[in-house]
């Protein structure tokens, strides 16, 4: 033993040591290493998620913008014609329709308008009995 020089003896406590070590740090790594796997998958999961749900919003703006550039409504230059001496009473939008009441010569009218075409759709007329 005497003939061991203080270098032998360093690198084999050296490479017990090491052994020792190595062992430890792989069974550390075999033990977090599921563990480590399920995080990476909750955070792709959780990327993904919040990838479509950034890509949904940004169609339904994208959509909304792209509609409103012609939404169908009538320009200001409609005219729709009365009856000579036939006043407007009330009017009314009601869903895609245009409800006008008016008043011809004592007998009241309900007339209804498609609210995009402003064409009649349809008349009511109310009369007073004889």
Do not use: H, W
């Not at 406590?13 to 069974?27: C, H, K, M, V, W």
């Not at 290493?33 to 479509?52: C, D, E, K, N």
């Amino acid at each position: 033993m005497s003939k061991l020089s203080a270098a032998t003896i360093e690198r084999g406590r050296g490479e017990d040591e090491g052994d020792l070590a190595a062992r430890q740090t792989s069974e550390g790594d075999a033990a977090t290493a599921p563990v480590m796997a399920r995080i990476r998958l909750l955070m792709i999961i959780s990327g993904l998620t919040t990838f479509v749900a950034i890509a949904a919003v940004l169609v339904v703006i994208g959509y909304r913008v792209f509609r409103a550039g012609n939404n169908g409504l009538p320009s200001a230059e409609s005219i729709i014609t009365l009856p000579k001496g036939a006043r407007v009473v009330a009017n009314a939008v009601a869903g895609d329709s245009l409800v006008v009441t008016v008043d011809i010569a004592g007998a009241t009218e309900i007339r209804t308008f498609d609210l995009k075409t402003l064409k009649e759709t349809g008349r009511v007329r109310f009369v007073p009995a004889p």
